[in-house]
């Protein structure tokens, strides 16, 4: 099956610092996904992208959805403690249906006050 | 955005026995999507529930140990049947909105002792 790399699995910074994380993917994607979970929340859905180069922003979060079609970044810019959380990418590749998401493993965000 | 509710949002079983979710959403929806986030994991899904038709499950999961209904378009359930300790997890239900977006409920915390 499809398989995501998310990176990096977890991150410290200072509250104000920026934040980069990334997916790659073994094949190519239609759809990247960005959520952010709560602890005993299901994920919410941050940003959505539909085709290569896309650069889309909310907010402090811009995402971008990569030239090969196989990664995406979000970031977070000047990082506040409400930052915290986990992480996840999730995509629809091309092939699969449509309604079948395969998410990343996630990056746990710390913000130090 | 589609608003989905869970319910119970937690529970502690005893192994053994069987817990129903119950998943609510606020507008019509053709599939609904069921997953589970295990401790410390990510999302994988478990079925995808149609209305009118049996559940579609993904491999690693069978309808006897995670029966669904769905017998209307706003409404499904998740049966979790002789639970053990390993069915430990989150359990989340989703819809899908427009342009392949994916929306979540609050989840399930489920605790088997």
């Known amino acids: 099956g499809q398989q995501l790399n998310q990176s990096p699995q977890s991150m410290f910074i200072q509250e104000g610092e920026d934040v980069s994380m990334n997916c790659t993917s073994s094949?190519?994607?239609?759809?990247w996904l960005w959520y952010k979970q709560d602890p005993g929340e299901g994920p919410v859905l941050l940003i959505a992208?539909?085709?290569?180069?896309e650069l889309t922003s909310n907010g402090r979060l811009t995402a971008q959805f990569g030239i090969t079609r196989k990664d995406s970044f979000l970031n977070i810019s000047a990082s506040i403690p409400s930052d915290v959380g986990i992480y996840f990418c999730a995509g629809h590749s091309f092939g699969s249906s449509n309604y079948k998401l395969t998410f990343g493993k996630g990056t746990l965000l710390t913000v130090n006050p | 955005s589609a608003v989905i509710s869970q319910k119970p949002s937690r529970d502690i079983c005893q192994r053994g026995t069987s817990l129903t979710i119950q998943c609510q959403v606020d507008s019509q929806v053709t599939m609904m999507f069921w997953y589970r986030q295990q401790p410390g994991q990510s999302l994988t899904l478990i079925a995808t529930a149609n209305q009118g038709s049996e559940a579609t499950y993904e491999s690693g999961f069978v309808i006897d140990k995670f029966p669904i209904s769905r017998p209307n378009l706003t409404f499904s359930t998740l049966t979790v049947s002789n639970m053990s300790p390993e069915d430990s997890s989150i359990y989340l239900c989703?819809?899908?909105?427009?342009?392949?977006?994916?929306?979540f409920g609050q989840g399930t915390r489920l605790t088997v002792v």
């Open positions: 094949s190519i994607f239609n759809t």
């Open positions: 992208l539909y085709k290569a180069g």
């Open positions: 989703s819809v899908e909105g427009d342009r392949r977006k994916a929306f």
